[in-house]
């Protein structure tokens, strides 16, 4: 078995390859104007998450554990990366599906590279870590970076982030890493 400096070596390799194809990809395609980027009407508006302007980043909720662990908090509609130390790395805002895991303590417990959502939307970075009402739960990103649009009487469990930021988690969140999910 290959030592865990190779895997970590491996998966940072393959999230900046992914990240680089992907920018690579956005720089050919046309840009749009900022109201042509805007979602689209049948999005709720409570759906797209407000980008985060504050000068000071969003602070590690109280109760949610120390040490390594991805910290999902439900109120906030908000995902810290906290490393060993409790120092938060990376913080971002993401869209949750129509079925939210309890607040409690969970575990990766597997990963896909990519697959299509029960939206029909192609996902990547995936990371499974909860189960409720038989609907699994896992954090992705829409390959195309879009958000998702409302269920219409649909159970998802994904937890949704911008392209950048999955790959982030991706990154950070092996098998076995801790999610910490708060109110």
Known sequence: MPAPKVWVTGLTVGAIAAVTVLAMQADKGPHPTASAARPSPSASAGASPAPTKSAAPAVVPDGSGTGRRVVYSLAQKRVWLVDASDASRRTFTVWPGTV??????????????????????????????????????????????????PAAGKQTGGVRMRAADGAALWTFGETGTTVVVVK
């Open 100 to 149: 939210n895991p309890d607040p409690g303590t969970y575990t990766v417990s597997s990963r896909n590279e990519a697959t299509t959502g029960s939206d029909g939307v192609q996902i990547e970075n995936i990371i499974y870590f909860a189960a409720k009402s038989g609907i699994s739960i896992a954090f992705s990103n829409a390959v195309d970076g879009s958000s998702p649009p």
